[in-house]
């Protein structure tokens, strides 16, 4: 699985889109770009995946840019409870471990 | 649907006891793995298995077994525990499609103090 490189840290105010930056420069045609979470001392949670095209759930965007080196994940409007490490991965299909990082942890202030 | 469930949820065991953690899920998936986390640590897999009675190792298998009788459970063993294995641990199901990428899903984890 290709590496990932996230800052360690980020805050953004209530309310705000949160951005949270993922490189990912030695990325293959076939592997995938997930994100999960992981609040404190909870199991991670999936939040989203893409492969090419931008992606959008209930949770949140993912934005992959054209050569497919870095994302971002886009949580439009921050909320305590979106305070979190957040864990961007990439990896093949079909099953797969999954290889978590330090991930990102951000913190959410009111 | 309870989705991926642990037991027990918390334990503390001496130097060279033995424990089984189990984990189960409803949701009729094939694939499932066991992570442990360790403090300022991502998740490091343990063991998986893509399928009843089929179990393959991961990065830090030592210490630990694996069964998988059932499709629905996955048990984790420690035979003689040791301080190192003090732990959380996570355990994770996943489906795919021929074709596709899959989605794990985790479940509350355990924690295990190990003294």
């Known amino acids: 699985d290709a590496k990932t490189t996230q800052p360690p840290s980020m805050d953004c105010a209530e309310g705000r889109a949160a951005n949270l930056p993922c490189n990912h420069s030695?990325?293959?045609?076939?592997?995938?770009v997930y994100w999960y979470r992981q609040i404190h001392s909870q199991g991670p949670q999936y939040i989203i995946h893409?492969?090419?095209n931008n992606e959008t759930n209930e949770m949140a965007s993912l934005i992959i840019t054209e050569d497919r080196k870095s994302s971002t994940l886009i949580l439009p409007h921050a909320t305590l409870r979106d305070t979190a490490v957040y864990y961007c991965?990439?990896?093949?299909?079909?099953?797969?471990?999954?290889?978590f990082g330090t991930g990102t942890k951000l913190q959410v202030i009111p | 649907n309870a989705g991926v469930t642990q037991t027990p949820k918390f334990r503390v065991l001496k130097t060279g006891q033995s424990m089984t953690l189990l984990c189960a899920q409803d949701m009729n998936h094939e694939y499932m793995y066991w992570y442990r986390q360790d403090p300022g640590m991502g998740l490091r897999l343990i063991h998986y298995?893509?399928?009843?009675?089929?179990?393959a190792k991961g990065e830090v298998p030592d210490g630990y077994n694996v069964s998988r009788l059932k499709k629905q459970n996955f048990l984790l063993g420690l035979e003689s525990a040791a301080p190192s294995q003090t732990s959380v641990y996570f355990c994770?199901?996943?489906?795919?499609?021929?074709?596709?990428?899959?989605?794990?899903?985790f479940g509350p984890g355990t924690r295990l103090t190990v003294l």
């Open positions: 994770a199901s996943s489906y795919s499609v021929t074709g596709m990428t899959d989605t794990q899903y």
């Open positions: 030695t990325i293959s045609g076939n592997e995938y």
């Open positions: 991965i990439v990896r093949l299909g079909g099953y797969q471990k999954v290889t």
């Open positions: 298995s893509v399928g009843e009675g089929t179990t």
């Open positions: 893409g492969l090419k």
